[in-house]
Protein backbone atom coordinates (compact mmCIF):
# COMPACT_ATOMS: atom_id res chain seq x y z
CA UNK A 1 0.00 0.00 0.00
CA UNK A 2 1.40 3.32 -1.05
CA UNK A 3 2.03 6.19 1.76
CA UNK A 4 1.13 9.38 1.73
CA UNK A 5 4.07 10.95 0.15
CA UNK A 6 4.07 8.03 -2.51
CA UNK A 7 0.95 9.08 -3.51
CA UNK A 8 1.94 13.04 -3.25
CA UNK A 9 4.88 11.74 -5.39
CA UNK A 10 2.51 10.03 -7.71
CA UNK A 11 0.41 13.41 -8.11
CA UNK A 12 3.31 15.34 -9.13
CA UNK A 13 4.23 13.07 -11.64
CA UNK A 14 7.74 12.40 -9.95
CA UNK A 15 9.23 8.96 -10.55
CA UNK A 16 12.25 8.66 -7.92
CA UNK A 17 15.11 7.05 -9.53
CA UNK A 18 17.01 3.79 -8.35
CA UNK A 19 19.90 5.67 -6.23
CA UNK A 20 23.16 5.42 -7.10
CA UNK A 21 25.36 3.19 -5.60
CA UNK A 22 28.58 4.76 -4.00
CA UNK A 23 31.29 4.98 -5.97
CA UNK A 24 34.05 5.77 -3.63
CA UNK A 25 34.90 5.22 -0.05
CA UNK A 26 31.68 7.10 0.85
CA UNK A 27 28.07 6.89 1.42
CA UNK A 28 24.64 8.17 0.10
CA UNK A 29 23.68 8.90 3.55
CA UNK A 30 24.35 8.79 7.66
CA UNK A 31 21.39 8.02 9.96
CA UNK A 32 22.73 9.25 13.28
CA UNK A 33 19.95 9.19 15.75
CA UNK A 34 16.77 10.58 14.29
CA UNK A 35 18.58 12.96 11.92
CA UNK A 36 19.63 11.84 7.96
CA UNK A 37 22.67 13.42 6.42
CA UNK A 38 22.33 13.07 2.82
CA UNK A 39 25.50 13.51 0.94
CA UNK A 40 25.41 16.62 -2.04
CA UNK A 41 23.96 15.52 -4.86
CA UNK A 42 24.39 16.70 -8.47
CA UNK A 43 21.34 16.48 -11.02
CA UNK A 44 22.10 12.82 -12.42
CA UNK A 45 19.27 11.41 -14.72
CA UNK A 46 19.32 7.93 -15.29
CA UNK A 47 23.27 7.92 -14.16
CA UNK A 48 24.06 11.25 -16.83
CA UNK A 49 24.07 14.61 -15.22
CA UNK A 50 21.14 16.31 -16.77
CA UNK A 51 23.56 19.55 -17.49
CA UNK A 52 26.65 20.97 -17.33
CA UNK A 53 28.40 24.19 -16.96
CA UNK A 54 27.42 27.29 -15.32
CA UNK A 55 24.40 28.85 -14.18
CA UNK A 56 24.43 32.37 -15.69
CA UNK A 57 27.01 30.67 -18.71
CA UNK A 58 26.03 27.75 -20.46
CA UNK A 59 22.94 26.82 -17.93
CA UNK A 60 20.37 29.72 -17.95
CA UNK A 61 18.25 30.46 -14.86
CA UNK A 62 15.27 28.31 -15.44
CA UNK A 63 17.32 25.36 -16.47
CA UNK A 64 19.35 25.92 -12.69
CA UNK A 65 15.98 25.62 -11.17
CA UNK A 66 15.26 22.63 -13.19
CA UNK A 67 18.60 21.10 -11.71
CA UNK A 68 18.26 22.05 -8.83
CA UNK A 69 14.60 20.30 -8.68
CA UNK A 70 16.40 17.32 -9.91
CA UNK A 71 19.13 17.32 -6.92
CA UNK A 72 15.92 17.39 -4.66
CA UNK A 73 14.62 14.31 -6.39
CA UNK A 74 18.20 12.52 -5.63
CA UNK A 75 18.17 13.57 -1.89
CA UNK A 76 14.03 11.87 -2.20
CA UNK A 77 15.79 8.98 -3.77
CA UNK A 78 18.46 8.44 -0.66
CA UNK A 79 16.73 9.64 1.88
CA UNK A 80 13.88 6.92 0.97
CA UNK A 81 16.49 3.78 1.27
CA UNK A 82 17.37 5.80 4.84
CA UNK A 83 13.78 5.26 5.91
CA UNK A 84 13.62 1.79 4.85
CA UNK A 85 11.32 2.72 2.33
CA UNK A 86 8.77 4.66 3.57
CA UNK A 87 8.84 8.00 3.14
CA UNK A 88 6.06 8.68 5.64
CA UNK A 89 8.70 8.53 8.51
CA UNK A 90 10.28 12.08 7.41
CA UNK A 91 9.38 14.58 10.28
CA UNK A 92 10.80 17.29 8.53
CA UNK A 93 13.36 18.49 5.93
CA UNK A 94 15.79 20.36 8.53
CA UNK A 95 18.36 21.95 6.01
CA UNK A 96 19.14 22.46 2.36
CA UNK A 97 22.38 23.63 1.09
CA UNK A 98 22.65 24.21 -2.21
CA UNK A 99 25.75 25.11 -4.24
CA UNK A 100 25.81 27.12 -7.15
CA UNK A 101 28.46 27.32 -9.99
CA UNK A 102 28.35 30.72 -11.35
CA UNK A 103 30.73 33.57 -12.13
CA UNK A 104 31.65 36.50 -9.89
CA UNK A 105 29.01 38.69 -11.19
CA UNK A 106 25.93 36.38 -10.56
CA UNK A 107 23.79 37.80 -8.04
CA UNK A 108 20.27 35.31 -8.68
CA UNK A 109 21.22 31.79 -6.17
CA UNK A 110 18.28 32.28 -4.22
CA UNK A 111 16.21 32.00 -7.22
CA UNK A 112 17.94 28.58 -8.50
CA UNK A 113 17.54 27.08 -5.33
CA UNK A 114 14.08 27.70 -5.26
CA UNK A 115 13.55 25.19 -7.60
CA UNK A 116 14.76 22.28 -5.01
CA UNK A 117 13.18 24.16 -1.96
CA UNK A 118 9.85 24.72 -4.02
CA UNK A 119 9.77 20.61 -4.50
CA UNK A 120 10.85 20.04 -0.88
CA UNK A 121 7.33 21.94 0.05
CA UNK A 122 5.42 20.77 -2.50
CA UNK A 123 6.09 16.83 -1.60
CA UNK A 124 5.95 17.34 2.34
CA UNK A 125 3.77 21.12 2.96
CA UNK A 126 4.95 22.62 5.97
CA UNK A 127 6.91 19.56 6.66
CA UNK A 128 8.97 20.51 3.68
CA UNK A 129 9.97 24.15 4.63
CA UNK A 130 13.56 24.27 5.47
CA UNK A 131 16.55 26.17 6.69
CA UNK A 132 18.71 26.96 3.92
CA UNK A 133 22.24 28.37 2.62
CA UNK A 134 22.87 29.24 -0.88
CA UNK A 135 26.21 30.45 -2.00
CA UNK A 136 28.36 30.25 -5.51
CA UNK A 137 30.99 28.13 -6.83
CA UNK A 138 33.76 28.30 -9.37
CA UNK A 139 33.30 24.67 -10.09
CA UNK A 140 31.52 21.62 -8.98
CA UNK A 141 32.38 17.77 -9.42
CA UNK A 142 31.90 16.44 -13.29
CA UNK A 143 31.04 19.89 -14.45
CA UNK A 144 27.66 20.33 -12.46
CA UNK A 145 25.78 23.33 -12.69
CA UNK A 146 24.56 22.63 -9.20
CA UNK A 147 24.87 20.63 -6.19
CA UNK A 148 22.29 20.17 -3.10
CA UNK A 149 23.02 18.10 -0.13
CA UNK A 150 20.25 18.18 2.88
CA UNK A 151 19.75 16.82 6.29
CA UNK A 152 16.05 15.44 7.40
CA UNK A 153 14.57 14.78 10.72
CA UNK A 154 12.53 11.34 10.82
CA UNK A 155 10.74 9.50 12.94
CA UNK B 1 12.48 41.96 32.41
CA UNK B 2 15.51 41.84 30.14
CA UNK B 3 17.67 38.48 30.29
CA UNK B 4 20.96 38.02 31.21
CA UNK B 5 22.29 38.12 27.23
CA UNK B 6 19.44 41.06 26.59
CA UNK B 7 21.91 43.21 28.68
CA UNK B 8 24.60 42.32 27.45
CA UNK B 9 23.69 43.08 23.90
CA UNK B 10 22.46 47.00 25.41
CA UNK B 11 26.19 47.42 26.64
CA UNK B 12 27.45 46.52 23.31
CA UNK B 13 25.16 48.86 22.16
CA UNK B 14 23.32 46.48 19.56
CA UNK B 15 19.66 46.75 18.97
CA UNK B 16 18.40 43.38 16.76
CA UNK B 17 16.71 43.95 13.81
CA UNK B 18 12.98 42.76 13.55
CA UNK B 19 13.61 39.72 11.62
CA UNK B 20 13.16 39.29 8.01
CA UNK B 21 10.04 37.33 7.03
CA UNK B 22 11.06 34.37 4.61
CA UNK B 23 10.67 35.39 0.70
CA UNK B 24 10.60 31.82 -0.63
CA UNK B 25 9.89 28.47 0.37
CA UNK B 26 12.03 28.22 3.18
CA UNK B 27 12.21 29.02 7.20
CA UNK B 28 14.98 31.60 8.68
CA UNK B 29 15.50 28.65 11.32
CA UNK B 30 14.58 25.08 11.94
CA UNK B 31 14.46 23.73 15.68
CA UNK B 32 15.33 19.89 15.50
CA UNK B 33 15.78 18.41 19.38
CA UNK B 34 17.85 20.92 21.47
CA UNK B 35 19.85 22.59 18.08
CA UNK B 36 18.67 25.58 16.40
CA UNK B 37 19.86 25.36 12.24
CA UNK B 38 19.66 28.93 11.25
CA UNK B 39 20.03 29.67 7.87
CA UNK B 40 22.66 31.87 5.91
CA UNK B 41 22.75 35.55 6.37
CA UNK B 42 23.81 38.21 4.00
CA UNK B 43 24.56 41.46 6.33
CA UNK B 44 21.04 43.29 5.84
CA UNK B 45 20.55 46.41 7.63
CA UNK B 46 16.89 47.56 7.80
CA UNK B 47 16.42 45.06 4.49
CA UNK B 48 19.26 46.22 2.43
CA UNK B 49 22.85 44.93 2.07
CA UNK B 50 24.81 46.96 4.25
CA UNK B 51 27.66 46.13 1.84
CA UNK B 52 28.51 45.13 -2.12
CA UNK B 53 30.93 43.20 -4.17
CA UNK B 54 33.57 40.86 -3.16
CA UNK B 55 36.13 41.27 0.07
CA UNK B 56 39.92 42.78 -1.07
CA UNK B 57 37.88 44.09 -4.44
CA UNK B 58 35.32 46.60 -3.63
CA UNK B 59 34.79 45.83 0.02
CA UNK B 60 38.01 45.93 2.45
CA UNK B 61 39.12 43.97 4.96
CA UNK B 62 37.73 46.30 7.87
CA UNK B 63 34.56 46.08 6.13
CA UNK B 64 34.41 42.45 5.21
CA UNK B 65 34.80 42.19 9.35
CA UNK B 66 31.54 44.52 9.83
CA UNK B 67 29.75 42.70 7.41
CA UNK B 68 30.30 39.61 9.20
CA UNK B 69 29.53 41.19 12.16
CA UNK B 70 26.52 42.21 10.64
CA UNK B 71 25.69 38.87 9.61
CA UNK B 72 26.01 37.24 13.37
CA UNK B 73 23.39 40.19 14.63
CA UNK B 74 21.21 38.78 12.23
CA UNK B 75 21.79 35.63 13.10
CA UNK B 76 21.21 36.59 16.83
CA UNK B 77 17.96 38.05 15.82
CA UNK B 78 16.50 34.66 13.96
CA UNK B 79 17.92 32.90 17.22
CA UNK B 80 15.98 35.24 19.30
CA UNK B 81 12.83 33.86 17.89
CA UNK B 82 13.96 30.45 17.88
CA UNK B 83 14.56 30.93 21.50
CA UNK B 84 10.91 32.48 22.27
CA UNK B 85 12.32 35.74 22.57
CA UNK B 86 14.95 34.33 25.46
CA UNK B 87 18.23 34.48 24.39
CA UNK B 88 19.49 33.46 27.78
CA UNK B 89 18.14 29.79 26.62
CA UNK B 90 21.20 29.60 24.64
CA UNK B 91 23.58 27.24 25.77
CA UNK B 92 26.67 27.05 22.94
CA UNK B 93 27.12 28.56 20.02
CA UNK B 94 28.09 24.92 18.01
CA UNK B 95 29.25 25.93 14.94
CA UNK B 96 29.43 29.28 12.31
CA UNK B 97 29.93 28.73 8.33
CA UNK B 98 31.44 31.69 6.57
CA UNK B 99 31.18 32.27 3.06
CA UNK B 100 33.74 35.27 2.18
CA UNK B 101 33.23 36.46 -1.80
CA UNK B 102 36.62 36.82 -3.33
CA UNK B 103 38.92 36.72 -5.47
CA UNK B 104 41.13 33.47 -6.36
CA UNK B 105 44.21 35.37 -5.15
CA UNK B 106 42.85 36.52 -1.08
CA UNK B 107 44.01 34.38 1.77
CA UNK B 108 42.99 36.29 4.88
CA UNK B 109 39.57 34.93 5.13
CA UNK B 110 39.95 33.60 8.64
CA UNK B 111 40.24 37.39 9.48
CA UNK B 112 37.62 38.62 7.81
CA UNK B 113 35.09 35.55 9.89
CA UNK B 114 36.16 37.08 12.73
CA UNK B 115 34.02 39.79 12.75
CA UNK B 116 31.17 37.26 13.35
CA UNK B 117 33.45 34.98 15.97
CA UNK B 118 33.97 37.77 18.00
CA UNK B 119 30.98 39.01 18.50
CA UNK B 120 29.76 35.54 19.61
CA UNK B 121 32.60 35.85 22.29
CA UNK B 122 31.50 39.00 23.22
CA UNK B 123 27.52 38.54 23.69
CA UNK B 124 28.21 35.11 24.58
CA UNK B 125 30.94 34.49 26.49
CA UNK B 126 32.40 31.53 27.05
CA UNK B 127 29.63 29.13 25.52
CA UNK B 128 30.13 31.58 22.38
CA UNK B 129 33.31 29.99 21.16
CA UNK B 130 32.35 27.56 18.31
CA UNK B 131 33.54 25.23 15.61
CA UNK B 132 34.01 27.48 12.31
CA UNK B 133 34.89 26.68 8.98
CA UNK B 134 35.40 29.71 6.45
CA UNK B 135 36.22 29.00 2.76
CA UNK B 136 36.41 31.71 -0.28
CA UNK B 137 33.40 31.78 -3.02
CA UNK B 138 33.28 33.76 -5.88
CA UNK B 139 29.86 34.95 -5.74
CA UNK B 140 26.68 35.34 -3.35
CA UNK B 141 23.07 36.30 -3.52
CA UNK B 142 22.27 39.65 -3.77
CA UNK B 143 25.97 40.30 -4.68
CA UNK B 144 26.45 40.21 -1.39
CA UNK B 145 30.28 40.22 -0.07
CA UNK B 146 29.83 37.89 3.27
CA UNK B 147 27.22 35.30 4.36
CA UNK B 148 27.13 33.24 7.75
CA UNK B 149 25.33 30.62 8.83
CA UNK B 150 24.96 29.30 12.25
CA UNK B 151 24.23 26.15 14.84
CA UNK B 152 23.27 26.74 18.25
CA UNK B 153 22.38 24.80 21.29
CA UNK B 154 19.53 25.98 23.27
CA UNK B 155 17.77 24.83 26.45
CA UNK C 1 47.51 0.51 26.72
CA UNK C 2 47.29 1.75 23.20
CA UNK C 3 43.48 1.42 21.82
CA UNK C 4 42.59 -0.36 18.78
CA UNK C 5 42.79 3.19 16.64
CA UNK C 6 45.84 3.69 17.75
CA UNK C 7 47.35 0.57 17.09
CA UNK C 8 45.69 0.84 13.60
CA UNK C 9 47.16 4.58 12.87
CA UNK C 10 50.99 2.69 14.10
CA UNK C 11 49.71 0.17 11.39
CA UNK C 12 49.04 2.57 8.63
CA UNK C 13 52.69 4.89 10.06
CA UNK C 14 50.42 7.89 11.17
CA UNK C 15 51.68 9.96 14.07
CA UNK C 16 49.24 12.38 15.18
CA UNK C 17 50.58 15.88 15.36
CA UNK C 18 49.51 17.94 18.37
CA UNK C 19 46.84 19.83 17.45
CA UNK C 20 46.92 23.17 17.23
CA UNK C 21 45.77 26.10 19.73
CA UNK C 22 42.83 27.93 18.07
CA UNK C 23 44.48 31.49 16.87
CA UNK C 24 41.14 33.07 17.00
CA UNK C 25 37.58 32.95 18.82
CA UNK C 26 37.20 30.11 17.75
CA UNK C 27 37.63 26.33 18.98
CA UNK C 28 38.91 23.17 17.28
CA UNK C 29 36.20 21.33 18.26
CA UNK C 30 32.68 21.20 20.05
CA UNK C 31 30.61 18.51 21.50
CA UNK C 32 27.02 18.41 21.49
CA UNK C 33 25.19 15.31 22.29
CA UNK C 34 27.01 12.62 21.08
CA UNK C 35 28.05 14.40 18.31
CA UNK C 36 31.98 16.21 17.61
CA UNK C 37 31.63 19.20 14.89
CA UNK C 38 35.29 19.73 13.91
CA UNK C 39 36.50 22.90 12.27
CA UNK C 40 37.28 22.92 8.75
CA UNK C 41 41.16 21.99 8.37
CA UNK C 42 43.78 22.82 6.02
CA UNK C 43 46.75 20.77 5.54
CA UNK C 44 48.77 21.91 8.02
CA UNK C 45 52.22 19.89 8.86
CA UNK C 46 54.03 20.82 11.79
CA UNK C 47 52.37 24.39 12.15
CA UNK C 48 53.37 24.98 8.06
CA UNK C 49 50.76 24.33 4.79
CA UNK C 50 52.23 21.50 3.14
CA UNK C 51 50.78 22.35 -0.14
CA UNK C 52 49.54 26.05 -1.41
CA UNK C 53 47.71 27.33 -4.68
CA UNK C 54 45.07 25.78 -6.24
CA UNK C 55 44.62 22.14 -7.29
CA UNK C 56 45.19 21.42 -11.54
CA UNK C 57 46.77 24.90 -11.32
CA UNK C 58 50.39 24.81 -8.96
CA UNK C 59 48.85 21.54 -7.09
CA UNK C 60 48.15 18.70 -8.68
CA UNK C 61 45.61 15.95 -8.21
CA UNK C 62 47.94 13.32 -6.51
CA UNK C 63 49.24 15.80 -4.15
CA UNK C 64 45.74 17.72 -3.98
CA UNK C 65 44.69 14.22 -2.48
CA UNK C 66 47.75 14.05 -0.04
CA UNK C 67 46.70 17.59 1.35
CA UNK C 68 43.11 16.17 1.77
CA UNK C 69 44.35 12.84 3.36
CA UNK C 70 46.37 15.47 5.81
CA UNK C 71 43.33 17.78 6.64
CA UNK C 72 42.08 14.38 7.77
CA UNK C 73 44.60 13.64 10.00
CA UNK C 74 44.16 16.85 11.00
CA UNK C 75 41.01 16.48 12.09
CA UNK C 76 41.85 13.22 14.00
CA UNK C 77 43.85 15.09 16.12
CA UNK C 78 41.60 17.56 17.14
CA UNK C 79 39.17 14.46 17.19
CA UNK C 80 40.98 12.61 19.45
CA UNK C 81 40.86 15.67 21.76
CA UNK C 82 37.31 15.54 21.90
CA UNK C 83 37.36 12.01 22.64
CA UNK C 84 39.73 12.62 25.81
CA UNK C 85 42.65 10.81 24.32
CA UNK C 86 40.43 7.43 23.20
CA UNK C 87 39.78 7.24 19.94
CA UNK C 88 37.79 4.21 20.12
CA UNK C 89 35.00 6.35 21.35
CA UNK C 90 34.25 7.10 17.50
CA UNK C 91 31.33 5.74 16.62
CA UNK C 92 30.89 6.80 12.96
CA UNK C 93 32.11 9.44 11.37
CA UNK C 94 28.93 11.04 9.84
CA UNK C 95 29.72 13.56 7.32
CA UNK C 96 33.03 14.96 5.62
CA UNK C 97 32.74 18.45 4.03
CA UNK C 98 35.34 18.85 1.26
CA UNK C 99 36.73 22.29 -0.02
CA UNK C 100 38.92 22.19 -2.89
CA UNK C 101 40.27 25.41 -4.41
CA UNK C 102 40.14 25.19 -7.90
CA UNK C 103 39.71 26.84 -11.00
CA UNK C 104 36.54 26.96 -13.06
CA UNK C 105 37.19 24.58 -15.55
CA UNK C 106 38.18 22.16 -12.87
CA UNK C 107 36.33 18.49 -12.40
CA UNK C 108 38.02 16.24 -10.20
CA UNK C 109 36.88 17.61 -7.12
CA UNK C 110 35.60 13.51 -6.11
CA UNK C 111 39.00 11.97 -6.71
CA UNK C 112 41.02 14.92 -4.52
CA UNK C 113 38.35 14.32 -1.81
CA UNK C 114 39.12 10.66 -1.88
CA UNK C 115 42.68 11.18 -0.37
CA UNK C 116 40.26 11.75 3.10
CA UNK C 117 37.62 9.59 2.69
CA UNK C 118 40.20 6.33 1.76
CA UNK C 119 41.66 7.85 5.04
CA UNK C 120 38.86 7.41 7.09
CA UNK C 121 37.78 3.92 5.92
CA UNK C 122 41.75 2.79 6.41
CA UNK C 123 41.34 4.32 10.52
CA UNK C 124 37.80 3.10 11.56
CA UNK C 125 36.71 0.49 8.85
CA UNK C 126 33.22 0.59 7.94
CA UNK C 127 32.81 3.17 10.42
CA UNK C 128 34.97 5.28 8.36
CA UNK C 129 32.28 5.49 5.41
CA UNK C 130 30.90 8.90 5.45
CA UNK C 131 28.28 11.11 3.80
CA UNK C 132 29.84 13.81 2.08
CA UNK C 133 29.94 17.37 0.29
CA UNK C 134 32.70 18.19 -1.85
CA UNK C 135 32.82 21.73 -4.15
CA UNK C 136 35.40 23.72 -6.06
CA UNK C 137 36.01 27.26 -4.82
CA UNK C 138 38.14 30.06 -5.65
CA UNK C 139 40.36 30.52 -2.42
CA UNK C 140 40.75 29.43 0.65
CA UNK C 141 42.58 30.26 4.30
CA UNK C 142 46.19 30.77 3.69
CA UNK C 143 46.61 30.02 0.14
CA UNK C 144 45.19 26.80 1.36
CA UNK C 145 44.44 23.81 -1.97
CA UNK C 146 41.61 22.26 0.07
CA UNK C 147 40.17 22.51 3.37
CA UNK C 148 37.84 19.34 5.13
CA UNK C 149 35.65 19.55 8.21
CA UNK C 150 34.15 16.69 9.72
CA UNK C 151 31.25 15.50 11.96
CA UNK C 152 31.55 12.35 13.86
CA UNK C 153 29.88 10.81 16.30
CA UNK C 154 31.21 8.91 19.75
CA UNK C 155 30.14 6.95 22.75
Redesign the interface.
Known sequence: MAGRIEARLDELGIVLPVPAR?????????V????V????QVPLIDGRLGWHG?VGGTVNLEDGMRACRQCFVNLLAQLRVACGGDLDRVV?V????G?I??????????AVM?GA??L??AVFGDA????????????????SPV?V?G?F?IA
Open positions: PVANYLPFVTGDLVVSGKQVRLGFAAAAEFTRHADSDAVGRHARTTVGVPSLPLDEELR
